[in-house]
């Protein structure tokens, strides 16, 4: 017996270095050793040395130089034209500009009840689609298309929609409401505008919470349903108890991301109103662009675009820092 | 050894060629940018005279409307080298003037003898001379235009529709005369059935995004008497630009959009008036003369069923300008041929075929001509437009000054926000602001 189990280890101690030559010979020496003068860290450098170049020629120079602009009176449509300090006046004016704050409040406006809807209607299409009924994957797919869509596509298609006198929008209400369909005007009416871009955007994003709810969801593990189960927990109960608190960062995600994006909302407005009927849409970034690409203020519209950032990584950073607490949890 | 020389010295001669070729072809070639309309057609028409003249082939390179503003600004801005040649905005004058972006043409047109007398002395003034008032050139007028009205004829000559306009308002329907009349005329065809249809009064401009309800509203302020200025070069804007007389025309282009515009009219510009038209949704439209050639020439609207009728004053006659002058970018790597093409394109015989093919010449040997105001049925009318004309701010901060503009009206026009009284008086704060900065306040 103990011969036996000599032969066997003898065995194990063969395959062992086998094994082990094999894998020796198919790692690679260290490439930087076959280079003469780079050593492996000088070879990682090379690599990542692009990138970094990329990151900060695209990013973070725009950045500096918007930050320099701020704080003189450039003009881009004038670069023959002194370039001169103006200090904070530029800040100044941007923080007092009555039209300015228009254009946040509108953009707060959008972001509040197009992260409401589609967190709502999001989590709650997610929901359905969790309990896996005949056909659910059929539907996901359909629910997920507006999302697959291009803005520009959306927008142009939802202008037709909201025509008053051809568009399927306002004979659908008219259908459901008795009310003649070209009394009303969802793209040029001050009161009903707002909410005409309310609409395409969730129509368009709320499939994209939803996704993000559903992988929030399908993470729950069985074992927690099958032990509130024994004990007798009412669904209502385990909804609460179980599943909001654990789909929750999920959800919190989804709201930062869509946050962060409907605040820089551009393209949906542009097709559809175009920041009109006067100024009734017009959201921060179109005041920016109107500032910097068709009043050619330039220094200004760079001081705008810094507040900005200042304010989206401001509550970008608050808010990652409560979705952390409610992770650690 | 031989062979193998021949060989490289074919290839490097290969070579030469293949890099010197696009240069050989480039100075032969000149790229004249515009807007694309139905003008720059007729342009294009026309330069293969001076193609075959010159032996230049031309390019062209047209943009939209609704982007023709931003694209070309931008290449200007960032002196890019796109255009040799270009018709630009009136507007764009002064800040073209002023950046370098366009060459002075005085010593040109004195050294080929073009005389700026030879053309029509608005014309010259609204698209060539920066400062204004001085005879300092930047440009050689091009396309003479102002804004117009145009009217379905055929509903207008229905017995049943005449009398009952008489009876109502106790005079003939015809081509308004005045602002009130227009509004009279739009607010009676606005909701009638013509031809099984429900037909609206008019299609106005009301655009927001570049410089639609701008061209509109003035095309009412300025036959009201709005101002820019008291006094011509003073930039006091206060009692000019908010007179009772601004807010009354103000108040009648707030009008005729609320009675009468087709439903959904809220950011309409050049291409929405003409589709409500040729659609046969309005009586009556506003848009550029540009567009009359084309308009006269569609089979469903235009012949015997289209009518032409000059701004309407009120106070005083006048049109909002449009059109523009040729310039030569001071950019350009071929300034012999784009000085060549604007001494061919001056000359009297071009201008005459420039009228003919649908370019609005302003040539005095073509708007003097006996036979103009027969040539088409608009001419008469352009001839009237272009004696009467008044244009925007030209000054190089043009483009904030027509953005505050085009806010404030929009706001109060389409959005409904404030008094017309407001609205003038938020214009002219914007303004002041705007030339305080420019240190002309």
Redo the contacts between chains.
Sequence with gaps: MRRFKTQVKSVTDTSSTILGEAVARATPAPIASRIRGLSDRSMAWLFITPAIALLLAVNIFPLIWAIYLSFT?FR??????ALESVGLSNYNRVLNDP?IWQAMQTTAHFVFWTILLQTLIGFSLAYLIDRKFRGHAFWTTIILVPMMLSPAVVGNFWRFLY???IGLFNHIVSFLTGIPP?SF?M??S?RLSPWAIIIVDTWMWTPYVMLICLAGLRSIPDYIYEAAEVDRASLWRQFWSITLPMALPFIMLAVLFRGIENFKMFDMVTLL????????TEVASITLK?EA?????TGRASAFAIILFVAVFGLANIYVKALNKVKQR | MKTIKQALLGATSAFVLFVAAPNLAKADELTLCWAAWDPANALVELSKDFTSQSGTTMRFEFVPWPNFADRILNELNSGGKLCDLLIGDSQWLGGSAENGYYVKLNDFFDKEGIKMSDFADAAVNAYATWPKGTPNYWALPAMGDANAWFYRKDWFAQPEIQAEFKKKYNRDLAAPTTWDELIQVAEFFDGREIDGKKVYGAAIFTERASEGITMGATSALYPYGFKYENTPGKYDMEGAVNSPEAVAGLEAYKKLYKCCTPPGYTDAYMGESLDAFKSGQVAMAMNWFAFFPGLYKDEKVGGDKIGFFVNPKEKVAASTLGGQGISVVANTDNMDGALAYIKWFAQPDVQKKWWSLGGYAVHKTVLNDPTFTESQPFAADFLVAMNQVQDFWQEPSYAILLQAMQKRLHDYVVADKGTAKEALDGLVKDWTEVFKDDGKL
Excluded: I
């Excluded at chain 1, 881009?76 to 034209?81: Q, T």
């Excluded at chain 1, 109103?273 to 009734?280: E, I, Q, W």
């Excluded at chain 1, 690409?293 to 203020?297: A, G, H, I, L």
């Design positions: 009176n881009a449509n004038r670069p023959n034209a039209n025509q008053p006198q070209s005007e793209l040029g001050v109103t175009g920041g009109g009927p006067g100024s009734t109107r690409f068709e009043s050619w203020r």
